[in-house]
């Protein structure tokens, strides 16, 4: 229990990806809700799916990323020791 060795994502790929991915989930839930407000359904609705758009794209960049060495025990990452 609570051994760091397994690394759980603790990387800057992982950290990119979720945090790309957060303000693509805060873009599509503040639009979600400006969609339900009147007069601007076809605003919201577009800037939904941009919100949903770019959390796809933060996964790809996660992954490509991981590719490039940034994911847990990649080339690029210095090993600390711990």
């Not at 060795?5 to 991915?21: D, E, F, K, Q, R």
């Given at each position: 229990?609570?051994?760091?060795?397994?690394?759980?994502?603790?990387?800057?790929?992982?950290?990119?990806?979720?945090?790309?991915?957060?303000?693509?989930?805060?873009?599509?839930?503040?639009?979600?809700?400006?969609?339900?407000?009147?007069?601007?359904?076809?605003?919201?609705?577009?800037?939904?799916?941009?919100?949903?758009?770019?959390?796809?794209?933060?996964?790809?960049?996660?992954?490509?990323?991981?590719k490039l060495?940034?994911?847990?025990?990649?080339?690029?990452?210095?090993?600390?020791?711990?």
């Amino acid at each position: 229990m609570g051994d760091e060795t397994i690394g759980h994502g603790n990387s800057p790929a992982a950290w990119t990806c979720v945090l790309v991915m957060l303000a693509g989930a805060a873009v599509a839930s503040f639009a979600y809700i400006l969609a339900s407000t009147e007069g601007n359904h076809d605003l919201g609705t577009l800037l939904f799916w941009a919100g949903i758009a770019v959390m796809f794209v933060g996964l790809i960049i996660g992954g490509v990323m991981r590719k490039l060495g940034y994911g847990v025990g990649g080339s690029k990452l210095k090993s600390h020791g711990h």
